[in-house]
């Protein structure tokens, strides 16, 4: 088992950025590929960025490459996504995940473990 504890999110101006984390606990989180999704008011929880068991490898939707950084540092047992250029449509709850497999996978359906969420609201 995994316990996943999201952070960072909070209100921030379009064109700001934020950094998110992801306190894993419990079994180890260097053991699973881990991701970030996020869910905005009556829409599907859809991907946003991903990294492999190693952090040699990282994805990311388009919607969000060259502007968001996802990285993990298996000593502190710590998920991070650094969001910058922030868009009004980043606006959404944020969800750290995680997956006993090595990569970084793109489905909500590949993650066993998922944190509460954390609100993230850009304003224009």
């Known amino acids: 088992q995994v316990q996943l504890v999201e952070s960072g999110g909070g209100l921030v101006q379009a064109g700001g950025s934020l950094r998110l984390s992801c306190a894993a606990s419990?079994?180890?989180?260097?053991?699973?590929?881990m991701g970030w999704f996020r869910q905005a008011p009556g829409k599907e929880r859809e991907f946003v960025a991903a990294v492999s068991l190693s952090g040699g490898n990282t994805v990311y939707a388009d919607s969000v490459k060259d502007r968001f950084t996802i990285s993990r540092d298996n000593a502190k047992n710590t998920l991070y996504l650094q969001m910058n250029s922030l868009k009004p449509e980043d606006t959404a709850v944020y969800f750290c995940?995680?997956?006993?497999?090595?990569?970084?996978?793109?489905?909500?359906?590949?993650?066993?473990?998922w944190g509460q969420g954390t609100q993230v609201t850009v304003s224009s």
């Open positions: 995940a995680a997956r006993t497999g090595q990569g970084a996978g793109t489905e909500v359906g590949q993650y066993d473990y």
């Open positions: 419990g079994r180890t989180s260097r053991y699973y590929a």
